[in-house]
């Protein structure tokens, strides 16, 4: 598989990412010790800007995006910025696996199995 080139993003966001990376949710910690260290077989990094925007977390090589979301993501004013983000990085080719906390929570493992099916389906 030919490297992805980088995404280009907003260089103020670096410090959030950096805050971000510091201070993550349970959730987000719970499954980054999962899949982290090529644990799935690719590279996974935390809290990554990508264009205007930061993912929780990014895989590079596979241009996939794992957004772990907690309560405030059922308010529909954040649903509906959601939704446009995931579009804008959609058009630039990032694709996205979308899990609520509370799955991460209750069972991180079935979390990490489908993270693998998707990479298994979708590694060219």
């Not at 490297?3 to 719970?30: G, Q, S």
């Not at 579009?87 to 991180?108: H, I, P, Q, T, Y």
């Amino acid at each position: 598989m030919p490297p992805n080139p980088i995404i280009p993003y907003n260089p103020k966001l670096k410090e959030l990412a950096r805050e971000l990376r510091k201070n993550p949710t349970y959730a987000e910690k719970i499954l980054w010790h999962a899949i982290r260290r090529k644990q799935l077989g690719v590279e996974f990094h935390r809290q990554v800007p990508i264009n205007q925007f930061i993912v929780d977390f990014y895989c590079h090589e596979l241009k996939l995006a794992i957004e772990v979301d907690g309560v405030s993501h059922s308010d529909p004013d954040v649903k509906n910025h959601d939704t446009e983000r995931q579009s804008r990085l959609e058009s630039l080719g990032v694709r996205f696996l979308r899990f609520e906390d509370d799955k991460v929570l209750g069972n991180v493992e079935n979390v990490v199995g489908k993270i693998k099916e998707w990479i298994e389906e979708n590694m060219d």
